[in-house]
């Protein structure tokens, strides 16, 4: 299902982990509550998956697709054949009803040149929301420019992705996806969601998340 390549993106953010102390903190709960706002106004969200993340989280997608109605696409930088539906089958055994991005990806994002430009029609090209963890910067600006809304997954918070996203969670994708499926449960039918989504500044917190490694950094030196 991974990449050489996905491997190698994989290990260099992890060692922002260990600069956030291998934990949850504050400043990403913060973003999951902006997140689960964000998903539960949307009209049409996405969840977007490659290699990396079918690998690591493949039964929190299928809660999460199931708890907040959004649909799953793969979508692969080094797209085959071969590495597509071993994603497909690892999210259909992981219990994802419907898989899109698979022999369906007919769409296009503009000012991509990478396979990562085709979609599905039904799925990333169409939504108001997009979902992403470990994912470059460049398909990033991309929806972005696109008009979407992008959350995304990333333990890097100087990352393009990180920067150019609408909600950024700084964390890793095995403690975020699961905290965001609690999210979304417990602030279903709540009535302030859209002022969650204003009072919520993705610059701002950022900062808090590099203040955060830059005072842990200082404590453990």
Not at 101 to 107: I, L, R
């Amino acid at each position: 299902m991974v990449a050489p390549e996905g491997l190698i993106a994989h290990g260099r953010g992890e060692c922002f982990d260990y600069l956030l102390g291998e934990r949850t903190n504050h400043f990403a709960l913060k973003a999951v509550e902006a997140a689960a706002a964000l998903i539960l106004t949307s009209r049409h969200p996405v969840i977007s998956v490659n290699g990396n993340v079918a690998a690591l989280v493949p039964e929190e997608v299928a809660r999460l697709s199931e708890v907040s109605g959004a649909k799953v696409e793969v979508n692969l930088f080094y797209r085959t054949p071969e590495r597509e539906m071993a994603v497909y089958e690892a999210l259909k055994r992981a219990g994802v009803r419907e898989v899109l991005g698979v022999n369906d990806a007919t769409e296009t994002i503009p000012e991509l040149f990478s396979e990562r430009r085709r979609v599905s029609k039904e799925g990333i090209y169409s939504a108001d929301v997009v979902l992403l963890a470990l994912e470059d910067g460049d398909r990033t600006e991309a929806l972005v420019k696109m008009g979407k809304k992008v959350i995304s997954v990333d333990l890097n918070p100087l990352s393009r992705t990180s920067q150019t996203s609408t909600i950024t969670i700084v964390d890793n994708a095995t403690r975020a996806f699961p905290t965001l499926v609690k999210a979304i449960n417990s602030m279903r039918g709540r009535q302030d969601l859209e002022e969650v989504l204003r009072n919520y500044n993705n610059r701002s917190t950022l900062g808090e998340a590099l203040r955060f490694i830059s005072g842990r950094l200082l404590e453990l030196s």
